[in-house]
């Protein structure tokens, strides 16, 4: 498909943030516009929509440059500059400008149409938390934050004279040789280990700070607050601890079960820390492909078994160089799919080195972007800046809806049905991990002033709760304390986690869906996605066909859905 960025109508078309002033006069200009009437607030709104956008993108393109090169310091200087610079100058005027909009006659009459609604509801939200004293404290978080991708961009591991990432090097813990696997494994732990004190350190710094932003805000702590600034308005806290219990007793019982049949095959007692992901029967890792060339082409044609359009969303991204998707040295850890709402394509990043995890990550982050293309074209920016719990529905979704067609990737029908039996036993023991990580930050903030000490003891004491206790972790204690520092999330985007869980149902109920009437399944899909953020997120789901629903029956029933559909794999 051809893109073009549309021609702008409020900004200039050559306009580049080299300093406040060259965008200082738009803000002012949005301030003093005069509104008579209903017409000249639409106006209005959508020169507001045009700024956000450019800014927005603007940002995006710094951060992306960084984190393909964190050893660039240039591009680190930029992106630290934005936020620095540009964005504490900014909050202010989102304030004025969000005080305008409230104070505006019309503000009461668009708000009667559900997708304006959405938006102004976040916009009275915005307006009751900010606080002027917390302006240099985000911009001292958001600095602070990014330390941790290029600490981790930095870890790597010396293996047969040549020094890999540990992308790589996890790629070899599923290697059939345990001596090497043990290899591997010891040498990115004392890794991870002689980076502790830092991270210990910056997530100590980033608790202080978090916790004095939330209190400046008449909060008692920054899990109240987040749950605010999120638009958290469909679900509660008390939903959360609804969803922790209900995976330890649903889902933990289910994943103890798989583990002690694979140790069973494994001829084992327990599990080391380098045995969680080899194949049980010692057959080598599933190599879906060779190179991002490889895995870029494969996801065009599996997309295009699937959907014509989905196809052309990740062939456009090829063409238009929005995709980084290699795993290489001074690269930021991890994978995204960054919206760019100017120009309506967005990037994806990832680390891939040839492992059945990439691909899903490709098929994950590619549903994120099909999401981005969809709703591109809504009105304004506010209705494409989508929720969580809705984003994550969307690229869920096409990890399971993609399944069908990973033979793109596998010729041998038997690796085909292990990836499948890998996707839908990994399901299953990821919901723990999320649920872990989620109560780990509730007591995280409700606890602000802990001790590390008591952190990683409190570390122990969650995980423990979640985990099936069939890892020995004698030796290894010291890496068990800290297995929290490894999660992006925590660092950067705090309680942006649990989203997971409750799409990763909404995703089941979608393939579900798609086992009785695919054509269908997919069509809702699409028009969910088509929605952007102009409805409720339980209006989403229910045109996605599922419920909004993480209760202890739903959880169940998905469960022992999944469990049925793996013993059909196994036989």
Known sequence: MKIEKPVRQFIAQDLEINQWEDIAPYYEQLLHQEIKDVKDFNSWLQNRSELDAFIEEDAAWRYIKMTINTKDEALTQSYHFFISEIQPKIAPYDDLLNRKMAETPFFEELKKEEAYHIYFRSIETSLALFREENIALEAEINELSQQFGAISAKQSIEMHGEQITMQKAGALLREPDESLRKEVYQKMAARRLADKEVLDDLYTKLIALRHQVATNAGFDNYRDYMFQAMGRFDYHKNDCFDFHAAVKSEIVPIVKELQLD?????????????????????????????????????????????????????????????????????KAPGGYNYPLYE?????????????????TTMVHEGGHAIHSFLSRDLELTAFKNLPSEVAELASMSMELLSMNEWNTFYQDENDLKRAKMDQLASILKILPWIATIDEFQHWVYENPTHSVAERHQKWKEINSEYSTGLTDWDEYEAMQLITWQRQLHLYEVPFYYIEYGIAQLGALGVWKNSLTDYPKAIADYKAALALGYTKSIPEIYKTAGVSFDFSKAYLKDLADFVSTELAKLYH
């Open 343 to 359: 120009i309506g394509v967005p990037f994806i990043f990832m680390n891939a080195v040839g492992t059945q995890n990439d691909l």
């Open 262 to 330: 694979k140790l069973k095959k494994l001829g084992k007692p327990m599990f080391k820390p380098w045995d969680a992901e080899v194949d049980p029967e010692g057959k080598a890792p599933l190599k879906p492909f060779v190179n991002g060339e490889e895995l870029l082409k494969g996801t065009i044609t599996c997309f295009e078994k699937i959907d014509a359009y989905f196809s052309d969303c990740i062939a456009t991204m090829g063409e238009m160089g929005h995709l980084d998707l290699e795993s290489k040295d001074g």
